[in-house]
């Protein structure tokens, strides 16, 4: 099994930054492949933010690029979401997510940008 533990939510002002880190743990953590992070705003679908495969190759929604980074430590079966600029529409429950033989979820951390 997986488990994710994400942290680094909060509260901030818009045009401020947030780090958010998902450290992963378990048997199965060589199995895993990409990690990523999604959001879910209330009364909204859950969409995808960004990806990072084990080989560093990323993948970005349209609306966070330019403003949103993610990496990967191997060593440290870690990854950060480094999030500048943000935009009270990026308030959202913020998830981990682990690509193994199975999906893996962290159970979130609230990202609220005021305005």
């Known amino acids: 099994q997986v488990q994710l533990v994400e942290s680094g939510g909060g509260l901030v002002q818009a045009g401020g930054s947030l780090r958010l880190s998902c450290a992963a743990s378990?048997?199965?953590?060589?199995?895993?492949?990409?990690m990523g992070w999604y959001r879910q705003a209330p009364g909204k679908q859950r969409e995808l933010v960004a990806t990072i495969t084990s080989g560093g190759m990323t993948n970005y929604a349209d609306s966070v690029k330019g403003r949103f980074t993610i990496s990967r430590d191997n060593a440290k079966n870690t990854v950060y979401l480094q999030m500048n600029s943000l935009k009270p529409e990026d308030t959202a429950v913020y998830l981990c997510?682990?690509?193994?033989?199975?999906?893996?979820w962290g159970q979130g951390t609230q990202v609220t940008v005021s305005s």
């Open positions: 997510n682990a690509q193994a033989a199975f999906d893996y």
């Open positions: 378990g048997r199965r953590i060589f199995s895993i492949n990409a």
